[in-house]
């Protein structure tokens, strides 16, 4: 694409360099246009920003932590420029252009920036950003698209960028970074836009990794060498460039700096590990605890039962129905004394009806806590209550206020933990009783934020679940003093490792989505977000007894381990495909419990150092090619190696039999 696809009149650049300034930690550069700052952040960590003005201030919804260990940084000047040099990374700057190039302490070129940044209005049309026909991009920073190309060393296996489809290797794809839901269909291969936004890659090769992260909120697109293989095109709306870089040199030390940056994972509590049994369709209290005791007359294990909005009375979040459910608190003590636990569905899309006794309806507005259109009034869209109303979570009081909502209907009843759902956030255009209901794209122009600190939606939509989680996890915590928290959400970005486990969504039983589970799971592992998993056995359609047999097996070594399925779908519990596939996902849910004392062990090193439960074969053996390029197999922790059939009919495969760590075959 050229750049008169992308902007509206040509772009700008940042002209001639015109001088150099050096500081303790960095270097600062001013262009006729424009102005750079890079500067030592962290042992292992850099910041690099480019901006044609003065840089976007600090947001108070901001992921990044406050405090870091200083790093031990030696900045000097070069002709024409500067060097910072950290943790075995040095950046430089250099010549009569201002080039950038980072590389390594041993003179080895990683990133080589080819040709100036651009930057000018973008042409929404160009951006596959998913639009309202006639909605256009605000004024202003908001609709300033930023471009920059760097080259890469064509052994670079490219991975991570969060919540993906396809292959571990991303190489060759564009991917963008705007959270979306995929109502009604699922997702496949060749999907772009999925629920996480994740603006962040490791650059991996035998030897060698490094990683960067892409600081912004706003819609970005990275070209992972789909327009030239041996290029990295990054373009980013809100006008300017804020990229993390972190030194490696090993896929662990890239995971680490990118969670001291972002946030540790969040420790689960112990029963979060074991097995989850949910379906979009569990109406009544009773047909739940028949299910807890079909589960334990069959001896299968079951830590965990999920209430979907069934449970809702009119799909009113933070209600029961006073029918399936007119004993809340005593449901939820059953299920204990069962030995299982409860976690409920949760919908930031709140049924609009003030006046008719709805308390959170009547705050939301009386309070002016919901998004609002350009003109300040309430916006409204349909989701499953249908007209509704959406809480703000970039504003602090709104965070507190939604947490306050899950104590008297949720906490006092013994709720165990909250699934966050539709966070995207997902609105439909027209009523979902109407039974046509398709996506809605909110308006880009939308307002949220106090007044001191204004954004627009197409700034902040990628942080909504990311927040909405926060807003969650700190309830819990205030709430249930001593008690670990457990927040699941379908939407998340860089950051909501700290408070939230995540699923991938509404797949399909197919095997593809089986097989793709895998490198879907890896990459968010290497994206800072360890405790991930997919829906067993598929969430639409209707699963092959085969497909499940295979599923519930490869998912017994998910972080999240959980069985879910769509409205309307055949039965898709353990025992719903005959004696023989029980007796599989009897063995296979057996096999998770014993290594329960293993999962809780990964777990703490997670939330101490970032790593992955789930593990690329080159993250575990790092200077050994020939595990750089397997993707249909991982490593449970640095021990367990699982080599997974992912076919019908598959009687058996071959696995990579990486060296042991003293030389032996292992």
Known sequence: MDDAERFISPPRDPGRLRHVTLHEAG????????????EAVSPGIARMRLAAGDFVPARSWDVLEAELPRPDAHVEAVEGGAVLALGGMRIELAGADGGLTVGGADGRRWLEQAGPPRWGRARLEALGLPHAEGDRLPEGRDGELLLQAWRLDSDDRLWGFGQRSGGLDRRGRL???????????????????????????????????????????????????????????????????D???????????????????TGRPLLPPHWALGFHQSRWGYREGEEVLGLIDTFRRRNLPLDVVHLDIDYMRGYRSFT??????????????????RGARVVTIIDPGIKDEPGAGYAVADELLTRGYALRNPDGSPFRGFVWPDRALFPDFTRAEVRAWWGEQHRESLVETGVDGIWNDMNEPTAFDRPFASGAARNRPFPLGLQHGEASERARHVEVRNLYGTLEGEATYRALERLRPGVRPWVLTRS????????????????NSWWEHLAMSVPQLLSMGLSGSPHVGVDIGGFFENAPAELFARWIELGAFYPFMRDHSALGTRAQEPWAFGPEVEEVARAALELRYRLLPYLITLAHQAAERGAPLMR?????????????????????????LVAPATAPRQPGRAGVRPAGRRGEVG
């Not at 270097?27 to 890079?38: S, T």
């Not at 993390?244 to 040199?249: D, I, S, W």
């Open 320 to 337: 029961w129905d006073p029918e399936r459910f007119p004993d809340p608190k005593g449901f939820v003590d059953e299920v204990h004394r």
């Open 175 to 241: 991917l963008s970074h705007w959270t979306s839901d995929t109502f009604g269909v699922g997702h496949h291969r060749g999907t772009d836009h999925l629920y996480q936004a994740h603006p962040l890659f490791m650059a991996a090769q035998p030897g060698r990794a490094f990683g960067a992260y892409l600081h912004v909120s706003h819609f970005s697109r990275f070209d992972a060498g789909n327009d030239d293989p041996d290029l990295l095109g990054i373009e980013t709306l809100g006008g300017e460039l």
């Open 492 to 507: 998340a970005s860089p950051g909501s490792q700290r408070t939230s486990v995540s699923w991938m969504g509404d797949n």
């Open 616 to 640: 690329p074969l080159g993250y575990v053996f790092p200077d050994e090619a020939a595990t750089f390029d397997v993707d249909d197999a991982f490593l449970l922790g640095p021990w367990l």
């Open 243 to 261: 990229l993390f870089l972190f030194a490696g040199p090993t896929p662990a030390d890239v995971v680490e700096q990118l969670t001291r940056l």
């Open 27 to 38: 270097f600062a550069a001013e262009y006729e246009n424009a102005r750079l700052h890079v």
